[in-house]
């Protein structure tokens, strides 16, 4: 089992950049696949990036392609998301999800995760 504990949102101008963090419980944080997910009010939560147990391997929405990466830090068992270029559209909650047996091929499938932070709240004013 892990508990992950996300920090980092806060209220910026749009073309800001954020780095949120997403820190793990456990003694076995590499052996997850580890994923951001946001959800803006009246939407459902939506995949943003998921990075692969070594952090060898990224995928991203199309949305975010080319302003956030995904990457991690097995030794401090921590996975971040450098958000840069901010859109207002970027507003939501980001969540930070795990799983342990989850193949790549579903990385962007939210309830294929079994495992998640409680948010953090991230705002972009124009």
């Known amino acids: 089992q892990v508990q992950l504990v996300e920090s980092g949102g806060g209220l910026v101008q749009a073309g800001a950049s954020l780095r949120l963090s997403c820190a793990a419980s456990g003694r076995t944080f590499s052996s997850y696949v580890m994923g951001w997910f946001r959800q803006a009010p009246g939407k459902e939560r939506e995949f943003v990036a998921g990075v692969s147990r070594s952090g060898g391997v990224t995928s991203y929405a199309e949305s975010v392609k080319g302003r956030f990466t995904i990457s991690r830090d097995n030794a401090k068992n921590t996975v971040y998301l450098q958000m840069n270029s901010l859109k207002p559209e970027d507003t939501a909650v980001y969540y930070c999800?795990?799983?342990?047996?989850?193949?790549?091929?579903?990385?962007?499938?939210?309830?294929?995760?079994?495992?998640w932070g409680q948010g953090t709240q991230v705002t972009v004013s124009s």
């Open positions: 999800a795990a799983d342990e047996s989850l193949l790549w091929a579903v990385v962007g499938t939210s309830g294929r995760y079994d495992y």
